[in-house]
């Protein structure tokens, strides 16, 4: 069922149900199979049986997936008792409801006390009775089952995680086919709400959430869980939309707190690839919610998209063809010049060192499509080291053909700090080529600094011990305080392209620049310009008393064989 968009806020109203259910009805009588199962067949999945051997052989085939069995107690071929008696002995039978169909008082005891949960009495009452006998029947079993096998989590009442994961995997194994979708419901910076208001408005709060995760599920078909904190899971049956969960999680909420600190991101997984494990499926909602920000006012959606599902495709592609790259030497490197603008004409200083890939099938790939997710992988080590030993390597065949050659940068991922032979393995391939460590320098972005200053500031002044020099890269981009700024270990600031795009003179990314490069002056370390496009860009950074330039302006990326000629240009 789907909510239509005349569905009314108040759900608890509507009847409520999980995932939709499997009814046996065990009776010899046609009609009175055929008069029970039009009651019920609107709401609940029916198997039909026409004696007591044959509920027997189906109980012991279906029984995971049979919520209830409504059964006839006189029948010539194995009668309710014997079904009672069995049900009762075995294990995995026992906790299966049933509801004896009788037209005997005394039967009633007899049934009771062998197990039968409920009687209806024939001729039967109205179907509405019947239908809400055989619901609550069904819902009694399961909170018993939740509370015996597993608990629910105190707080909200809602299940575990671990019986909804358990009891979702069960729902797939049985309606493969049903559509159904992972959502995650999540209150960002939920801690604020303790601090401010107070630990009993926080919990006021996640048992509001959850109750509507709950009211939510129900009505669509299928259930909630508390994951973790303030981070809430639904299984639900696919749904076209859902707008009317964010609508009631605003009304539900502003009733306790200001619609503005209701910061509530919705993620949705439609289930319509079906390729993916549970697990993976709320991975991605998850995902998806991340691309909501954490700062947004009242609650957000955002739903996996089939674009989505192309990226992770092609992702795992990159990822999965790896390892066949580097043998077969897929990955080559570029180098773009730096240009020393000091004086009155722009000298070659040194190249930045940049990974490309030649993929056999997609072609010429990114660095920013591939090193971010090798990076989230783990597997960017490889990479930078293949990229390091590449430049160093390259940087002695120039000076073999040349007699000289320029210091070349390479860039060093955050992971790389964590690799304890990091320092060894430069040392290395510096000595295997007889290069200096001065002349490789290694570009760390600013953002790693940011993340774990006491970490990459010892790996750092190792690395500076030795000779190599260290570049701040994409400076600005983080938010390195001034205090951190001067006691950085750095050899230069490498400032992000996105502060130099749109410079023009005396206006406000200018006079941030100029900021910049009062405090380079400051700390005493030259500044490189990246991603240097235009003239009046040159002519205004030069202007400022910036160092170094690297940009289209002077070049794009080159081959080694270029960029040989540049040297062999500059040194003559
Ligand atoms: P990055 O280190 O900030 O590198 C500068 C990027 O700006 C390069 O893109 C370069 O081609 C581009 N660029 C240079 N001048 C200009 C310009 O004037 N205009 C414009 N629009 N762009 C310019 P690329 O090569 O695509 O690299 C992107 C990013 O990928 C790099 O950013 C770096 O973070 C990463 N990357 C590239 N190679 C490596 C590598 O070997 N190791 C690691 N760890 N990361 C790498
Ligand atoms: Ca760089
Ligand atoms: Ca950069």
């Known amino acids: 069922m789907t909510f239509d968009s005349n569905a009314r806020l108040d759900i608890g109203a509507k009847y409520e149900k999980d995932f939709r259910r499997t009814v046996l009805i065990v009776d010899d009588e046609p009609v009175n199979l055929r008069i029970l199962g039009n009651i019920l067949k609107e709401e609940f999945d029916i198997v039909f049986a026409q004696g007591g051997t044959e ?27 014997f079904v009672l008696d069995t049900m009762r002995e075995d294990e995995t039978l026992k906790n299966i409801p049933v509801i004896v169909l009788t037209a005997e008082k005394t039967a009633e005891v007899e049934s009771l006390r062998r197990g039968a949960v409920d009687f209806l009495r024939k001729p039967y009452d109205s179907p509405e009775v019947i239908k809400a006998r055989v619901k609550r029947s069904i819902e009694l079993s399961i909170d018993r089952s939740i509370i015996v096998e597993t608990g629910v989590d105190s707080l909200t009442g809602l299940m575990t995680k671990e019986f909804f994961f358990q009891y979702a995997r069960e729902y797939d194994k049985f309606h493969p086919d049903q559509k ?12 604020l709400i303790n601090e401010l208001y107070g630990r009993s408005v926080g919990d006021n709060l996640i048992r509001v959430i959850a109750m509507t995760a709950r009211e939510m599920s129900r009505s669509c078909g299928g259930v909630a869980c508390r994951y973790n904190a303030d981070c809430f899971y639904m299984y639900i049956e696919h749904q076209s939309d859902y707008s009317l969960l964010k609508e009631m999680l605003i009304q539900r909420v502003s009733s306790i707190l200001t619609p503005q600190d209701a910061r509530i991101r919705i993620g949705v997984y439609p289930d319509l690839y079906r390729s993916a494990t549970l697990e993976q499926r709320f991975d991605r909602a998850t995902a998806v919610s991340n691309t909501i920000s954490r700062n947004i006012h009242s609650p957000h959606i955002a ?25 077969e030497h897929q990955f080559m490197v570029v180098f773009q010049p730096k240009y020393d603008i000091t004086a009155d004409t722009p000298k070659l200083f040194g190249a930045e060192v940049l990974i490309r890939w030649k993929h ?28 390091w ?3 160093a390597k390259q940087m002695k065949r120039w000076k073999d053909m040349y007699g000289t050659s320029v210091p070349i940068s390479v860039n060093v991922s955050r992971v790389d700090f964590y690799d304890p032979d990091l320092l060894d393995f430069l040392k290395g391939i510096v000595a295997e080529n007889g290069i200096r460590t001065d002349e490789l320098h ?32 994409d400076f600005g981009k983080g938010y390195s305080s001034l205090n951190m700024l001067t006691s950085l270990p750095i050899d230069a600031l490498k400032l992000d392209m996105a502060f130099i795009t749109d410079i023009e003179e005396n206006n406000k990314e200018m006079s941030m620049v100029e900021f910049i490069l009062e405090i380079a002056r400051f700390l005493g370390v030259p500044v490189i310009a990246e991603g240097v496009e235009s003239a009046d860009q040159y002519h205004l950074l030069k202007k400022a008393g910036c160092d170094i330039i690297q940009g289209y302006y002077f070049s794009k990326p080159v081959s080694a064989v270029e960029f040989g000629q540049l040297i062999e240009k500059s040194a003559g």
């Open 442 to 473: 290694l570009e760390i972005t600013e953002t790693a600094y940011t993340d774990s200053v006491t970490q990459i500031k010892s790996v750092v002044e190792g690395l500076r011990n030795e000779g190599f020099k260290v570049e701040m890269d």
């Open 180 to 191: 159904v979708d992972a959502v995650v419901l999540n209150f960002c910076k939920f801690h």
């Open 303 to 327: 739903v996996y998209d089939n674009q989505m599902h192309e990226k992770e495709l092609y992702e795992a592609r990159l990822l999965g063809d790896m390892d066949k790259a580097l043998k």
């Open 360 to 387: 056999p099938e997609f072609g010429f790939v990114r660095p920013d499509s591939f090193m971010p997710l090798f990076e989230e992988n783990g597997r960017i080590k490889e990479l930078d080291r293949y990229v």
């Open 389 to 391: 030993r590449e430049a």
């Open 55 to 81: 509920a027997v052989t189906i109980l012991k085939e279906q029984k995971d997936f049979l919520s209830l069995v409504l059964l006839d107690l006189y029948m010539p071929d194995g009668n309710g008792y």
